[in-house]
């Protein structure tokens, strides 16, 4: 029997509820009160925990796993042999001294056989119009103007660089199935090529004036940043300088698809006028910047220029996209570790990027892969008539090869198709590459998954994926999808509270949140330790008025709205019986907004065979049939909670 709501109105007038009271009524639902006087369920309880175990789906034969850790196979995780990294000879070469192209066999026979230093191009194609006609160049070399071409040749001669690649020059750019034969084998080497490079040439869309900002911007480095000089003294300097990280990152070399891979992946850039582009110092001064407009380090000082994209009071502070994580500067540090990145966190992090033709989603992220991962190119490069198809069919056949090998992570990512009944039935498990593109919000991804492995049966089928997994709960309680903002963590806040004052396991939430403070721009580094207690006196406290008033002042609520890995859309309270545990674990998950829990066939499932220790992430799925589910969302994993011996496994069908 449906028991009587708890009906919370914050904005209104706060409710003077005392732990004790929760612990001793009798609710199995949360209701919320809006500003306007609406009432809707915030979180409800399905059920409470029972003795006995907890996998209760169809008439599976299941026994708990008698094998270390619950694994499978002992999968000893080592960073990929990625083909990418061996360094090769390049079909063409262009010879700057003599301003001719040449072959492998020509170049090589100069070398004595030994491929040369070279230097590659990094270039915003835009819109090439001007199709330039070179001596030794076979088809017309398309650019936006030839002015750009005589001073990368111009570069080359001042700096004694004999040899360049330049994918307009050694590409073969005709409208000819020679020429699409040619594309889908250079295509796949062109990760190679600017590994292989001595250093890269960058030349971005608007190159005159971004070499000039880029030397202001290392100049405030180098005086201001290194030195930990004091903001509030260089206010005005700092402030000025926010107009030429403007032009730095307005450039189209920072947005487009195939310029991506060309910034993580070469030794070293350089800009035409001779100055060495160091990505990571700005990764660094992007990074400081957003710091010091958030914690209030940086105010606009007196004289000082109006920004239309600054916002001091509010939460967004910085409206334009310039966090380094969210551009993808940090998977430099996962490629020089792995010899490659995820595709899934590569598809989630260039979303924003622009490209001629759809299928360049894909092309354009080779370079960055593993080599293993890689599918023939069946479709023309430049095929426009297919745009979304021919894109959707390499993306899946993709993943089937990633996941067929063992490798869980495509399963570990909220890359999820925003129309739920779009996907065919048994696709529904494949991430969507298009689906990104189709979202207001960002999507996270989880590089840290990429390990994450399994050695039980594997099997594709036209029911969807047959997989073994391990069994870690059943949800017993969820909230409504809670948005972004600080607003919205009102109800994280009253969730989390009420749900410890019921008597359930909070520690994993209230971890999630300490672990995002740490991360929180919002944050100073030296008041880290008392944000977090003072999240612990909040929880804590004997009534709800008195958490919030914590929360009010200590200003929590807009710290956490700047909290990697808390902050964002689609975030889900969730309450899970786990085997062996008196308490539901609550945590803080990701679920699709239009797929929200189901209410008692909702599972949390670990799809890896790696030690359950060194498991980082778990899949949220529904029951749809027997021992047919379909993921909904991933939650953060929680190994401590887990009992040797007491998980249990399971085979069953991701839809």
């Not at 920004?307 to 009071?313: G, T, V």
């Not at 020089?336 to 595709?343: S, T």
């Not at 023939?376 to 894109?391: E, F």
């Amino acid at each position: 029997m449906r028991r009587k709501p708890l009906i919370l109105d914050i904005y209104h007038s706060m409710p003077r509820i005392s732990s004790r009271e929760v612990r001793n009524a009798s609710w199995d639902t949360i209701r919320w009160t809006d500003q306007s006087y609406k009432t809707n369920d915030l979180f409800e309880i399905w059920s409470l925990p029972k003795s006995g175990p907890v996998w209760r789906v169809g008439e599976a034969a299941l026994v708990p796993s008698n094998t270390e850790d619950g694994a499978h196979t002992s999968d000893k995780v080592v960073p990929s042999q990625n083909n990418a990294t061996e360094s090769i000879a390049p079909l063409r070469l262009f010879d700057c001294e003599n301003e001719c192209l040449k072959d492998a066999e020509t170049y090589l026979s100069e070398t004595n056989g030994v491929a040369p230093e070279y230097l590659v191009v990094s270039q915003v194609w835009g819109d090439a119009k001007h199709l330039m006609s070179l001596p030794s160049v076979e088809w017309p070399v398309p650019i936006t103007n030839k002015a750009k071409w005589d001073a990368i040749l111009s570069y080359c001669k001042r700096e004694n660089v004999k040899w360049l690649w330049m994918d307009i020059l050694c590409i073969n750019q005709d409208k000819s199935v020679e020429a699409d034969q040619e594309k889908k084998t250079e295509i796949p080497k062109m990760g190679q090529y600017y590994r292989g490079a001595v250093a890269c040439l960058v030349v971005p869309q608007d190159y005159i004036n971004f070499s000039t900002k880029y030397s202001q911007l290392m100049d405030l480095y180098s005086t201001i940043i290194e030195t930990d000089a004091p903001v509030g003294e260089n206010a005005f300097r700092i402030w000025e300088n926010i107009a030429s990280v403007d032009t730095i990152m307005s450039d189209q070399w920072f947005w487009r698809m195939w310029t991506f891979q060309e910034l993580l992946l070469p030794k070293r850039h350089v800009l035409l006028d001779g100055q060495e582009l160091h990505i990571g110092r700005l990764r660094h001064l992007l990074d400081w910047y957003h710091k010091i407009l958030r914690n209030g380090s940086l105010t606009q000082p007196p004289g000082g220029r109006h920004y239309d994209y600054i916002h001091l009071y509010d939460e967004t502070v910085i409206t334009k996209n310039w966090r380094p994580e969210k551009l993808g500067w940090d998977l430099k540090e996962d490629l020089e570790q792995n010899g490659h990145v995820d595709l899934i966190t590569l598809a989630a992090q260039t979303r924003d990027k622009s490209c001629t033709v759809q299928i360049d989603r894909l092309l354009g992220l080779y370079g960055l892969l593993n080599g293993a991962e890689m599918v023939p190119i069946q479709t023309s490069p430049d095929d426009s008539t297919r745009p979304t198809a021919s894109l959707e069919e390499m993306w899946k056949e993709t993943l089937r090869k990633v996941v067929s090998s063992g490798k869980v992570w495509p399963l570990l990512h909220d890359l999820m198709n925003p129309d739920p009944e779009e996907a065919a039935e048994g696709e529904r498990w494949i991430p969507e590459i298009t689906a990104l593109h189709r979202r207001a919000d960002a999507i996270a991804s989880y590089p840290e998954t990429l390990n994450h492995r399994n050695g039980g049966r594997i099997a594709i089928t036209p029911a969807g994926l047959e997989i073994s997994v391990r069994v870690v709960g059943q949800a017993v309680g969820t909230s409504a999808s809670l948005g972004d903002g600080g607003g919205e963590n009102n109800k994280l806040f009253a969730c989390t509270w009420l749900l410890k004052a019921k008597g359930f396991n909070t520690d994993p939430i209230v971890q999630h949140l300490k672990d995002g403070l740490a991360a929180s721009d919002g944050v100073p580094p030296g008041e880290v330790k008392e944000s977090q207690r003072a999240l612990d006196r909040a929880l804590s406290a004997p009534s709800l008025s008195d958490c919030f008033y914590i929360f009010e002042k200590t200003d929590l609520r807009r710290k956490l709205a700047y909290a990697a890995g808390v902050a964002g859309w689609d975030r889900t309270v969730l309450a899970v019986r786990v085997e062996g545990q008196n308490a539901p674990m609550v945590c803080l998950a990701w679920t699709h907004r239009s797929i929200p829990p189901a209410a008692t066939k909702c599972w949390v499932f670990d799809v890896s065979s790696n030690p359950v220790s060194d498991v980082k992430r778990w899949v949220i799925a529904n029951e749809v049939g027997k021992n047919v589910f379909r993921k909904i969302g991933t939650v953060r994993s929680y190994p401590t909670l887990i009992e040797d011996g007491s998980i249990r496994t399971a085979d069953i069908i991701f839809s």
